[in-house]
């Protein structure tokens, strides 16, 4: 049950000096009564927190509560009444003890809500009296208690608000503001309008000194102690009114010098030695004032006085100034004049003067002055004497300065070159001759594309391979196809032994490699190379099993034996090429399937092989011996790799800055590589100058396949998918110091083009300057 708590106060300074009170007076008592009740009424919460809660006081007794206090207003204790009394005679001291604490409690938190009300509202009239009761029941500190032991410090700042330093705006949607410290919701006070606001600001004398706080939207009244602090920060002075800005000075360190030293160590010998770093910091220095990088008092001083008058200077080159213009790096000098004619002069030719159509034409471009012939009419005068002052003079003279000014201060050399020293000088092909210039015979049997074409060494004879699985060998003087062997698989490359004294002619068919013996030619030699042929030689050393299943030596069966073929290595991959050594003694294959054993040597006198590399550099596309040097080319899709077959290492290795290479063929001389690319390129390599292209020739419009060195003459060729064939003249001097001369000389397209493939292969006739090509379009065509 709610109870009314009532205050009833005693002694002397308690009771009132005049018995008559004014109604008014008597009113406000109980209107600051009734607010101080309302203060009280739940001493457990804090006073000013402002939810939208109503909070009441609630009591099991129906007792008065009443205060007690001395003469000067102390506080002294609870009243209690003589029911109360007899409870606590009923309930044990235990419990006594506990409800004494707790009524002590409650009337210390009451009085002092009591107290910041009275401050608050400010009584007038029987104030006084009311003041000194809240006075009297004010709790007694004790003073052996530590002040600050139940509460907080003055430090620490009692913020309700929990949400942290975050924008506030993010509450404006919401009717809370935060969260105090037991999670419950900060209600909003009360918002009102502006008309609320220009009354509070018209009636309440204190709303100058009235903030809002962010963080609970209340009101806040500053004291003069804030507004005191406030005034002191603006104006710039200290917060503290109680420091003392210019107190005496304490000297902490004695400023007096000492006639004895405080340590008596002696000075180590470096002292007395010169700084190394000071030494090299005072030559920098006297490097930058020598350089100009670093300037002297005197020196920055006198130009500080330069810049603070005008500055004059002159734009261009005079006499004055010519020591001055030498000292400054690649001068620019005046453009001059054009000297006066015969229209200029004061006594011009007759042949000079306007007549009455040319001044009439003068005159009328009066608008459009830049397209008169001459800026000026010419006139006559007698003499010198009569000529009267030029009224154009001090503007012609504001234009030559701006003509100074504008013009750019750069010198531009210009070239006067001719389109003939653009053009490198050739030589005329008519002196380059003999080189091939017309088609001379079409070799036709095959009935598909013709891959590749080889030519005995004495030149009489000629073999070819093609997709139709089969071999054919030509007679190149009638054109007769003499003898065709053929195979199970596509026939990828064939190659006739360069060695005269043997007849043999290497045919790389799927996975085998063909020995052939064409039986042409001499009967002696035939027989010769049947004998060496038909036996294998006995084996010292025992092959690897890497070797074994990579290759197999073995005879042909009977019926090839017929056909021509003699000896059949059998490799575990296909074959794309095979070429020989210069002595005929050794073949290489290449498998770019093959991985580490792409490439394998064979040595016919031992029919026995072996693989020259053990880990793999890239996919293999063409290998080739040197013809002089035991060196062994491998060329990879983007680069070639030159090895040497003694020492067994690496010798150099080539650039050639393409996509994928598709062959090369090597100079007789053996010091210039010529690759051919399927980015429609040919790149000339001299080995002993660079590993870079000497030269690059962009003479096809299609992917370049294959690319050939004559033997004796100084001449090369290159066949395309474009279905021409480029003969070009490439002459490799004996002197170091001469570079080759390489000029393109005839092209012949005479092929058709199948499946967007056009020549294939190209090969020379070993002693005339012939050239053979082979094509997609099943032909073999004889170029002379």
């Not at 304490?250 to 030695?273: A, C, G, Q």
């Not at 003939?420 to 594309?449: A, C, W």
């Not at 793999?616 to 060329?635: D, E, R, T």
């Amino acid at each position: 049950m709610t109870k009314k708590l009532a205050l009833k106060r005693r002694g002397k300074d308690s009771e009132p000096t005049n018995e008559v009170v004014a109604s008014s007076e008597a009113s406000e008592n109980e209107e600051e009564e009734e607010d101080l009740l309302q203060a009280v009424k739940d001493p457990g919460e804090d006073s000013t927190d402002d939810e939208g809660i109503d909070q009441e006081y609630h009591s099991d007794s129906s007792e008065e509560l009443q205060f007690e206090s001395d003469e000067e207003g102390n506080y002294l204790g609870r009243k209690q009444s003589s029911s109360a009394e007899e409870d606590e005679e009923s309930s044990d001291e235990e419990d006594n003890e506990e409800e004494g604490s707790t009524d002590e409690e409650e009337v210390e938190d009451e009085a002092k809500v009591s107290k910041s009300k009275q401050s608050d509202d400010k009584p007038s009239g029987s104030g006084a009296a009311s003041k000194k009761a809240l006075t009297a029941e004010l709790p007694k500190r004790d003073s052996s208690k530590p002040e600050y032991q139940d509460s907080d410090t003055s430090d620490e700042e009692d913020i309700r608000n929990t949400v942290g330093n975050i924008p506030m705006h993010w509450y404006d949607e919401y009717k809370h503001i935060g969260y105090d410290w037991d999670a419950k919701k900060i209600i909003k006070p009360p918002q009102g309008d502006q008309i609320d606001e220009f009354l509070r600001k018209i009636e309440d004398p204190d709303f100058w000194r009235t903030v809002k706080d962010p963080l609970t939207g209340q009101d806040v009244r500053l004291t003069d102690e804030d507004i005191a602090l406030i005034k002191r920060i603006v104006s710039g002075r200290i917060p503290n009114k109680d420091h003392e800005e210019y107190e005496p000075w304490i000297e902490w360190f004695t400023s007096e010098v000492e006639k004895m030293p405080i340590k008596n160590v002696p000075d180590h010998k470096r002292s007395f030695l010169p700084s190394v770093s000071e030494k090299k910091r005072v030559s920098r220095m006297v490097h930058a004032l020598k350089m100009g990088w670093m300037k002297t008092t005197e020196e920055v001083e006198r130009e500080k006085q330069a810049k603070r008058g005008p500055k004059f200077y002159m734009l261009w080159e005079t006499d004055t100034t010519r020591e001055h213009m030498r000292r400054i790096h690649d001068p620019v000098s005046a453009p001059k004049r054009d000297l006066p004619g015969h229209a200029e002069s004061y006594n011009p030719p007759p042949e000079y003067l306007f007549d009455a159509k040319e001044t009439k034409e003068w005159l009328k471009l009066k608008d459009e002055p830049h397209k008169r012939k001459l800026h000026f009419m010419p006139q006559k005068f007698k003499s010198l004497r009569e000529v009267p002052a030029y009224s154009r003079y001090l503007r012609e003279r504001f234009l030559r300065c701006l003509d100074l000014y504008l013009c750019p201060r750069a010198k531009r050399v210009k070239l006067n070159i001719d389109a003939e020293y653009l053009i490198p000088k050739l030589p005329s092909p008519r002196d380059l001759q003999p080189f091939p210039t017309v088609e001379s015979m079409v070799y036709r049997g095959h009935t598909d594309l013709v891959r590749s074409v080889s030519v005995e060494p004495k030149g009489e004879y000629l073999v070819s391979g093609s997709d139709d699985k089969t071999v054919k060998i030509w007679e190149i003087a009638t054109g007769r196809c003499i003898r065709t062997i053929e195979t199970d698989e596509v026939v990828r490359c064939v190659a006739w032994c360069p060695n005269p004294k043997l007849s043999i002619i290497a045919v790389a068919t799927g996975n085998r490699l063909l020995l052939v013996n064409p039986k042409v030619g001499d009967k002696v030699l035939v027989q010769k190379t049947d004998d060496l042929l038909a036996e294998a030689p006995s084996q010292d050393v025992i092959e690897s099993e890497r070797i074994k299943t990579a290759v197999q030596w073995s005879n042909a069966e009977a019926d090839e034996q017929e056909k021509g073929v003699r000896v059949v290595i059998t490799h575990f991959k296909p074959i794309r090429q095979v070429t020989w050594h210069g002595r005929g003694d050794y073949l290489a294959t290449v498998m770019p399937e093959g991985a580490n054993r792409s490439a394998l040597i064979h040595q016919l006198s031992k029919r026995r092989s072996q693989i020259p590399f053990s880990k793999s550099k890239g996919l293999i596309q063409f290998v080739l011996f040197h013809p002089v040097k035991p060196c062994f080319f491998v060329a990879t899709q983007h680069n070639i790799r030159i090895y040497d077959l003694v020492k067994q290492e690496l010798v150099k290795k080539l650039l050639t800055n393409s996509k994928w290479i598709s062959g090369m063929s090597i100079h007789p001389k053996g010091d210039n590589l010529l690759v051919s690319t399927y980015d429609k390129k040919m790149l000339w390599f001299d080995l002993d100058l660079s590993t870079k292209p000497y030269q690059t020739m962009r003479l096809h419009r299609n992917a370049v396949r294959s690319v050939a060195f004559h033997r004796r003459y100084p001449l090369f060729a290159s066949g395309s998918d474009d279905q021409a064939v480029i003969v070009s003249h490439g002459m490799v001097y004996n002197d170091l110091l001469q570079n080759p001369l390489i000029v393109p000389l005839k092209k012949l397209q005479t092929h058709e083009k199948r499946d967007e493939f056009g020549v294939l292969d190209v090969n020379w006739h070993p002693v005339q300057p012939w050239v053979f090509s082979t094509g997609a379009d099943s032909t073999i065509r004889l170029y002379t």
